[in-house]
T-cell receptor, first 111, second 117 residues
Framework: SQQGEEDPQALSIQEGENATMNCSYKTSINNLQWYRQNSGRGLVHLILIRSNEREKHSGRLRVTLDTSKKSSSLLITASRAADTASYFCATAGGSARQLTFGSGTQLTVLP | EAGVAQSPRYKIIEKRQSVAFWCNPISGHATLYWYQQILGQGPKLLIQFQNNGVVDDSQLPKDRFSAERLKGVDSTLKIQPAKLEDSAVYLC???????????????FGPGTRLLVL
């Protein structure tokens, strides 16, 4: 079963705009990760946020985590056409040795 | 640094046939994962190896799927016999850690796209 659910399922924006994707999950977690998948390719790790962190930045990416609401958001600022991809959140709970992926958000950045 | 290698990239078979996928993880990575990704969904873990031992295979349909990781390096995933619902992308990933914790970054291969007719 999939723990995380991304919202929206699909998002289309103009180049230069910001893109925000949300992830909700059901059980308590140890950390939450975001991955990107370009069409026909494997997943690429973007960023990890631990359960005791509220916000994290990496380049044009900003991730927030609200454990009380069991939700996370991924913000991509100043988007580029190359950001077009599917974005997945993945959660790990307790001493879990595995990640559980959500269903993903398909982002399209129009030039 | 070479990435995770997978072959073949594409495979078309008829139902009830068998198929095998191969994965070569990043050198030195102790943990290896096989995921199934059905179109429009996120990856679902099938099996996780720590060196050549199985850590988790709770979501592996063991009546038809099998996997091995000989000598703790390369791995093969086999489906026998295949069903229509096995059509998916099979992703292999590896991570560095000796403890196989979920906090580690996983590095994914390009996947094998399987179509069962």
């Amino acid at each position: 079963s999939q723990q995380g659910e991304e919202d929206p399922q699909a998002l289309s924006i103009q180049e230069g705009e910001n893109a925000t994707m949300n992830c909700s999950y059901k059980t308590s977690i140890n950390n939450l990760q975001w991955y990107r998948q370009n069409s026909g390719r494997g997943l690429v790790h973007l960023i990890l946020i631990r359960s005791n962190e509220r916000e994290k930045h990496s380049g044009r990416l900003r991730v927030t985590l609200d454990t009380s609401k069991k939700s996370s958001s991924l913000l991509i600022t100043a988007s580029r056409a190359a950001d077009t991809a599917s974005y997945f959140c993945a959660t790990a709970g307790g001493s879990a040795r595995q990640l559980t992926f959500g269903s993903g958000t398909q982002l399209t950045v129009l030039p | 640094e070479a990435g995770v290698a997978q072959s073949p990239r594409y495979k078309i078979i008829e139902k009830r046939q068998s198929v095998a996928f191969w994965c070569n993880p990043i050198s030195g990575h102790a943990t290896l994962y096989w995921y199934q990704q059905i179109l429009g969904q996120g990856p679902k873990l099938l099996i996780q190896f720590q060196n050549n031992g199985v850590v988790d295979d709770s979501q592996l349909p063991k009546d038809r799927f099998s996997a091995e990781r000989l000598k703790g390096v390369d791995s093969t995933l086999k489906i026998q016999p295949a069903k229509l619902e096995d059509s998916a992308v099979y992703l292999c990933a590896s991570s560095l850690g000796s403890q196989g914790l979920a906090e580690e970054t996983q590095y994914f291969g390009p996947g094998t796209r399987l179509l069962v007719l």
